[in-house]
């Protein structure tokens, strides 16, 4: 199955720092998602985004799927924005999840 | 409902018992997906559910696992016997089309004392 290796595992920012999540991928997919998850554990879709640049206010995430990853840029980061960030891809069926960064932003 | 419900969102058990977890999903998505996420751990696949093709069980640890799901929406995650290290949330995602865009629900997290 596709493996999936997210950097870094753990980041540390200063209130109004920019960070930029990396994702790569061991084979193609043709799906591929970024999820944050809060405090309480639930999982927000942040992107679905299997190729191209997508953005959201002050999130953005580009794919580069001949290259197998993909990047996710977060500006001028808030408290609220900690939390641990997940890939996730698939190219048959299942996704396969990374093992998250865990992003605390400080105030 | 708008979005994935899942039930319980709290289940405490002990050892030995059988428990089920219940996910209802988005209308009209014919994808559905269990997962489990021990403390700390990331995402680990379990099942996959596609329209009426016969479900991707690669995932489940053991027998002791098994899911059903019945006319194509709502699905019951089984766990029989259950073992201390079957402590875990477990999630589930359904998608419009699979594979495809997934959407979470809640969790269920489940205690075996």
């Known amino acids: 199955g596709i493996q999936v290796e997210q950097s870094p595992p753990d980041l540390i920012l200063q209130e109004g720092a920019n960070s930029t999540l990396r994702c790569n991928f061991s084979?193609?997919?043709?799906?591929l998602q970024w999820f944050h998850q809060n405090p309480w554990g639930q999982l927000i879709n942040l992107f679905y985004?299997?190729?191209g640049t997508k953005q959201n206010g002050r999130l953005s995430a580009t794919t580069v799927a001949t290259e197998r990853y993909s990047l996710l840029y977060i500006s001028s980061s808030q408290t609220t924005d900690s939390g641990v960030y997940f890939c996730?891809?698939?190219?048959?069926?299942?996704?396969?999840f990374g093992d998250g960064t865990t992003l605390t932003v400080k105030p | 409902g708008a979005g994935v419900s899942q039930s319980p969102s709290n289940k405490v058990t002990e050892k030995g018992k059988d428990v089920e977890l219940r996910c209802d999903p988005i209308?009209?998505?014919?994808?559905l997906y269990w997962y489990r996420q021990s403390l700390g751990q990331g995402l680990e696949f379990l099942i996959y559910?596609?329209?009426?093709?016969?479900?991707?069980k690669s995932g489940l640890p053991s027998d002791r696992f098994s899911a059903e799901r019945t006319g194509g929406s709502v699905s019951t995650l089984t766990i029989q016997r259950t073992q201390q290290e079957d402590s875990a949330v477990y999630l589930c995602?359904?998608?419009?089309?699979?594979?495809?865009?997934?959407?979470f629900g809640e969790g269920s997290r489940l205690t075996v004392l």
């Open positions: 209308s009209g998505h014919t994808a």
């Open positions: 084979d193609s997919v043709n799906n």
């Open positions: 996730a891809g698939a190219n048959a069926g299942k996704s396969t």
């Open positions: 559910f596609q329209g009426n093709s016969a479900p991707d």
């Open positions: 985004i299997p190729s």
């Open positions: 995602a359904s998608s419009p089309s699979g594979p495809g865009e997934l959407f």
